[in-house]
């Protein structure tokens, strides 16, 4: 049984940091590539940064790049995802996700790449 369980998220004023983690079970975490979304209120879930299984890639959405920083610790099977100079627009639930296909190096910022997914952490930035 795959699980994913995220924490570190909370209220923050704006231009603060945040470091969420993810910790997963049930599947080789090494041979997955991992996945952070997020879905703010009244909108579709969006594409924040993956980690390729290799860590050779680290793609970020547009939004977040130059802010937000993701890697992964294979030893202790979690994925983080560091957030640096916090806007309100940043706020959302984070969800975290691993890949349905093991050494997979695709379509990172599809949703359908990923098949479990975390129940989510909330991210709130005060103006």
């Known amino acids: 049984q795959v699980q994913l369980v995220e924490s570190g998220g909370g209220l923050v004023q704006a231009g603060g940091s945040l470091r969420l983690s993810c910790a997963a079970s049930g599947r080789t975490f090494s041979r997955f590539t991992m996945g952070w979304f997020r879905q703010a209120p009244g909108k579709e879930r969006e594409f924040v940064t993956a980690?390729?299984?290799?860590?050779?890639?680290?793609p970020y959405a547009e939004s977040v790049k130059g802010r937000f920083t993701i890697s992964k610790d294979n030893a202790q099977n979690t994925v983080y995802l560091q957030m640096n100079s916090l806007k309100f627009e940043d706020t959302a639930v984070y969800y975290c996700?691993?890949?349905?296909?093991?050494?997979?190096?695709?379509?990172?910022?599809?949703?359908?790449?990923?098949?479990?997914w975390g129940q989510g952490t909330q991210v709130t930035v005060s103006s």
């Open positions: 996700a691993i890949d349905r296909i093991p050494l997979s190096t695709a379509y990172y910022s599809s949703p359908t790449t990923y098949d479990y």
């Open positions: 980690i390729s299984w290799d860590d050779a890639a680290t």
